[in-house]
């Protein structure tokens, strides 16, 4: 008995179905938004309005878009080598530093575009390295990725509380974090491309990272369907049977894929540090490579998906504080409950409606789901 | 003619647009062993899970006996007497024999009753059919033919007068398989009904009254056993006369090319399965392994590919050791000329996930033809793939089509392909036509003995004996981790059966 495999058509596999998703995921949240006694419409204007309404808004919405990008990237590539990076929180966490050692030793010699490149490579270099272990670890020890890197999280967490309240912290003052970095360290804003549609922007974060992320999302894009090393990953990802059948190294593809995700979770650090509040504060992660985890996983780890998903989630923080200033009943819990609903509906329940779908499409159109092919004359 | 025990009238079925089964009609007489045959993909197994209630018909009649019967759920037909013996045994390993015969049929809350309740019943149904098995026995401790003994007795139990078995004799020895065909006609005489699924012509010739054939979704012949022939039926399956044993000349055996001594191998377990096994195989000639599944094949299969370390012993490749330390590079043994084929194809020879093209170059893809530096050659890739493609039929022509959507046949025609086309000096094969249709057998059969009659050293495992007494020129029968024997290709079939089931032999060959 040969299990029918039905193929849904790109738009419908990668529009229509997140689309569904979403509006179910926005529909309950309608629910939970009555519940409180406010008017869910309304709701639903004033988060959308507040996220893309107003050029701020739309600069605020594409800042917090970058941050997501750069995690939904690492936690994908992982993912297509069959490793679930959950420490891509600790891995920017610690990326910091990195940059805090950049910043504070060249801000003041050099101008940002020599800087930057180097914050790059160092941010790319700490978060690799924190990676490296349990890479390291699950690779030669098996010990499982999941388990070590949220250990790793919680380790970077402690290290960087040490530092940013002990050597990083100027002399003198009572905030745990290092001091503001100078003109040197300080990335170009990005709020003027926003202002050439005729939007009006007051004063936003929006910086040159937002470009530094889609660049990185095409490179990873190239690297999973275009290159040697994302071939061994994706068979790696698929089998690791097949991929010792082919030869494939389970300890080098293992510590590389983990390595190149450490990075990626590594540069989401230089959008908040140089490119909105110049100095390397605690906590200033705030959950982002958790939400990269949801972000990945609606973008169907394909580059596009996430740079899409990066972008709603960011609407969902910007519009979310929005909504919490006009409607005082919707708390930032509240919108903590519809980034969840969100992340349930698109994420974890991402095949709920997909059997019926198909099965729409398969009684509408045979061809559109590629039926004929499959029973292929012959042998 | 006697009454019909089941009627299958215009039974329709399809999975999105696939038409698994189109207005198929069936008669079974009761009281005859009725064998349904075809090729993978035909229907066979939807239609006999459309009588045991998996799937529902999408339109179509279903009579039991005579009356028109509802049947939603494998509940509702074993209310019918209708008992099914699946492929892979539905049992559980750490539970006793009667333990998992009450499974599903306890009376009580409490077990004691229902167990006390079976016993007896299990006492008079072994009796009756001659099924013995020792009811306080450990499913796991059981040989796999006493298994499946157990699922027999479970359908009886139930009430079953009707017995659908599917592929039965896939994991049995061939003297396992007579003691089942004993069984199953002493069913028949005790005017139970016999529905067996199988794709093994030999079986149906050998036990069935009546025989009906499926080619992609609809019934195309039913034939009274007696009046047809092995030819006939698998014409009727394949819809083209097709070569059941292929014609090979007289093997031209030349320098020996690979030579194993002393072999030892265990599994994850620490279970020895190849214990200190010796042969070679030389330039010009197949050399088959005959076996019953598990018996230290695969694990042979691995070591010499370099996939699984080894823990003496030598394999000599055109006379330089290969490493056996588990540090072995299966690519590098590739570049030394080592083909292999291995018996799993879903999880270790293809991605399923991945497109054709991209499955014809894994274990390759380090071959600087297929590559621009560290990018992918993809224009070369999908070249190269369609090439393959054209000269190995492989259907349909798609090199970007994912690998999942090909048929069982012409997945394991990619993995041929893309092994022999890189034209290595020794192939070896786990399986090579397991879960392949009758037409692609006969293709994948031509294709090795090509290969033989180049020049190039053979190894093939498989479980089909007759594949193997096809295929070889030299026969080893491995049991128990060792090799028990080696035959020419002339051996008999009852003599190479006694050989896998562990028998010693005082008579020589």
């Known amino acids: 008995m040969s299990t029918p495999y039905a193929k849904l058509p790109a738009w419908a596999d990668y529009g229509l179905i997140p689309l569904i998703n979403l509006s179910v995921a926005f529909i309950v949240a309608g629910f939970v938004v009555l ?51 959950i420490g891509t929180e600790g891995q920017a966490y610690i990326a910091g530093l990195g940059i805090a050692i950049v910043c504070l030793s060249f801000d003041s010699v050099l101008p940002w575009w020599l800087t930057f490149p180097m914050a790059i490579v160092a941010s790319a270099a700490v978060g690799a390295l924190w990676a490296l272990i349990p890479a390291y670890l699950q690779a030669k020890r098996g010990s499982h990725i999941v388990i070590t890197t949220i250990m790793f999280n919680f380790i970077a967490a402690s290290v960087m509380v040490y530092l940013l309240v002990g050597p990083l912290k100027p002399a003198g003052s009572q905030a745990p974090q290092t001091r503001n970095f100078l003109a040197g360290a300080e990335l170009p804003k990005l709020n003027w491309i926003i202002e050439l549609f005729g939007a009006k922007i007051r004063s936003a974060p929006l910086n040159i990272c937002f470009l530094l992320a889609l660049v990185m999302a095409f490179v990873v894009w190239l690297l999973i369907w275009r290159t040697k090393l994302g071939y061994e990953m994706r068979t790696y990802g698929h089998s690791p049977k097949a991929a010792r059948y082919a030869g494939i190294s389970e300890t080098r ?38 939400v990269g985890i949801a972000v990945a996983l609606m973008g169907r780890l394909h580059p596009i998906g996430i740079v899409l998903a990066a972008i709603l989630f960011g609407m969902l923080y910007q519009g979310g504080a929005e909504l919490s200033f006009e409607m005082p009943a919707i708390t930032r819990d509240m919108i903590v409950i519809i980034q969840g609903l969100v992340i349930l509906f698109a994420g974890a329940l991402e095949h709920m409606f997909r059997p019926y779908i198909q099965a729409l499409f398969a009684s509408f159109s045979p061809r559109s789901v590629g039926m004929e092919a499959v029973k292929g004359k012959g042998a | 003619m006697a009454q019909a025990a089941i009627e299958l009238i215009g039974i329709n079925k399809s999975f999105g647009a696939v038409r698994a089964n189109r207005d198929i009609n069936l008669e079974i007489a ?15 197994s939807t239609l006999m899970s459309i009588l045991y209630g998996f799937y529902q018909a999408d339109s179509g009649e279903i009579r039991v006996g005579g009356k028109p019967a509802s049947i939603k759920t494998p509940n509702d037909a074993i209310a019918l007497g209708i008992g099914m013996v699946h492929q892979h045994f539905m049992l559980v390993d750490n539970f006793s024999v009667l333990e998992n015969i009450i499974l599903g049929a306890e009376t009580d809350a409490l077990l004691k009753s229902s167990i006390a309740k079976a016993r007896s019943e299990l006492d008079r149904l072994e009796r009756e059919y001659g099924l013995e098995v020792d ?9 796999v033919g006493l ?61 069935t009254d009546t025989v009906s054939v499926m080619r992609q979704g609809t019934m195309v012949a039913t034939r009274e056993t007696k009046k047809t022939t092995v030819e006939e039926l698998a014409e009727l399956m394949v819809g083209r006369r097709v070569l059941l044993r292929v014609e090979k000349g007289e ?53 010499i590919s370099g996939i699984r370390r080894a823990v003496s012993g030598s394999v000599m490749l055109d006379g330089k050791p290969i490493d056996l330390t588990g540090a072995a590079d299966p690519g590098e043994l590739r570049d030394r000329g080592l083909a292999h084929v291995p018996e799993d194809r879903h999880h270790v020879g293809l991605v399923l996930a991945f497109e054709e093209n991209e499955n014809s170059i894994l274990g390759y893809h380090d071959d600087p033809r297929y ?31 994912k690998t999942a959507n090909f048929s069982g046949g012409n997945q394991q025609k990619i993995v041929l392909a893309r092994e022999i086309e890189q034209d290595p000096g020794v192939l070896i094969v786990g399986q090579p036509t397991r879960g392949v249709d009758v037409g692609a057998i006969e293709f994948i059969h031509k294709r090795l003995i090509a290969m033989r009659d180049q020049g190039k050293a053979v190894l093939v495992v498989s479980v089909e004996l007759d594949e193997i007494r096809s295929l070889s020129d030299r026969i080893l029968v491995m049991f128990a981790g060792r090799i028990v024997g080696e035959r020419g290709p002339d051996a008999s079939e009852g003599e190479l059966g006694l050989l896998m089931a562990g028998v010693e032999q005082e008579a020589a060959a």
């Open chain 1, 253 to 290: 593809i293992i510590i590389t894929a983990m390595m190149i995700s450490g990075a990626l979770a590594g540069m989401m650090a230089l959008n908040p540090v140089m490119g909105d509040q110049h100095n390397v504060a605690i906590d200033f992660v705030s959950g982002a490579g958790f």
């Open chain 2, 30 to 44: 009761r009281g005859t062993i009725h064998g349904i045959v075809g090729e993978n993909g035909a229907g066979k």
């Open chain 2, 371 to 401: 590559l621009k530096g560290p990018f992918l050659d993809i224009d070369a890739i999908t070249a190269d793939a369609r090439d393959k493609i054209e000269k190995y039929d492989i259907r349909p022509a798609n090199p970007h089509l």
């Open chain 1, 35 to 85: 519940l409180v006694g406010e008017n869910p419409f309304r709701a639903a204007v004033i988060l959308v309005e507040g996220a893309f309404g107003k050029g701020t808004g739309i600069a605020f919405t594409l800042f917090y878009a970058t941050t997501f990008i750069f995690t939904g990237l690492s936690v994908a590539v992982a993912a297509h080598c069959g490793l679930f990076n």
């Open chain 2, 135 to 143: 009811p306080d026995a450990i499913i796991e401790e059981l040989p």
């Open chain 2, 147 to 207: 298994q499946q003994r157990v699922e027999i007795l479970k359908a009886l139990y139930r009430g079953a007068e009707i017995l659908i078995l599917d592929e039965p004799t896939g994991v049995l020895t061939p003297a396992e398989a007579d003691h089942l065909f004993r069984i199953l006609r002493q069913l028949k005489e005790q005017g139970k009904t016999v529905v067996l699924i199988t794709h093994k012509l030999r079986e149906i010739m050998a036990i």
């Open chain 2, 251 to 303: 093997a031209e055996a030349g320098g020996v090319k690979l030579a194993v001594k002393n072999l030892t191998v265990k599994d994850s377990r620490g279970v020895t399965m190849v214990d200190d096994i010796s042969f070679d195989i030389r330039a010009g000639e197949i050399v088959g392994i005959a076996g019953v599944a598990g018996n230290g094949q695969s694990e042979l299969l691995e070591a």
